[in-house]
């Protein structure tokens, strides 16, 4: 007698881990193509901005850094008091002509005081309209300057934006495809292991019905190999009628090994339960009754003793 051993894992349980791991590969797979394409842009991005950019934003630095200039200053101020100095000689002509007409002489002290009037109001306008220029072209040099300072600053905060990006996007992509992998390789994982433990449970359970078959046997060895036999406790009892002799003859007895987890996976001397229920109509085709067994041997016995029997009375 002895247990079972462990089913055969489902073929379809291998498969789908195989396929979760393959899975998980495959995207680790992508996950790297399209990291290398986003780290051959960040290159790209930074040969650009080292090459084409990054000269032109040193000589726009450079050029803030050096402060405001006021290198057209004095040029606006001539130009400010030559206008002031237009407005007022066409005054003055019209003055002049006015004057002629009237009859005034050019050289009269009226004409005269009336010049030195004019002259004294251009020289003062000339002085405010150099002076408010220079302020506002001052102004305006520094508030340029400001401005190429605050650009500079916006450069200094863009730098190399696009490639850390695209290394930002190709880091992403591996993270995504490395988690993939590991996730397909942890379900495969957990379904091998499932499908191990309910082999295992099998298993056990099989091991612990053996063990069960085996410790009865046990306490009937350490008993004395005594059998429930009594006529007091069976009922419904009657001859046999076929030749258990026949029976035996016809059994399959061969030595063989039980196979790893069954029984004690020892080598045996003994029939095969399928051919003792075919022969006796005896056991379920997996395991042999140890009662009906030596009933079977006792029938075959009485059987051969008989036949002996007859052998000697002829003789």
Known sequence: MGGKSAPKPDPAMGQAAILSAETGQQLLDMMKGQADISNRWAEEDRARAQTTFQPIEDAYIARAM???????????????VADVAMQFDGAQGQADRRNAAMGVNPASGRALSMRRSSELAEAAARAGAGNNTRLQSRAAAEAESEGRMANVLNIGRSMAVNPATSLGMGSNAMQAGGQGAMQGYNQQAN??????????QSWQANQNSMM????????????????FSSKDMKTDKKPVKRSMLDAVKKMPVEEWTYKPGV??????????AQDFQAAT?????????????MGVTLAAIQELAAKVDQMQGAA
């Open 191 to 200: 379904i091998l292991s499932a499908e191990h433990g309910q082999r295992m």
């Open 66 to 80: 050096s402060g405001p200039d006021y290198s057209k200053v004095e040029g606006d101020v001539r130009r400010s």
């Open 281 to 293: 109509g005896k056991g379920d085709g997996e395991t042999i009754p140890l009662q009906d067994m």
């Open 212 to 227: 069960g078959t085996l410790g009865g046997i046990g306490q009937l060895v350490g008993a004395g190999v005594s059998l």
């Open 263 to 272: 029984a004690d996976e020892g080598r045996h001397i003994g029939p095969y």
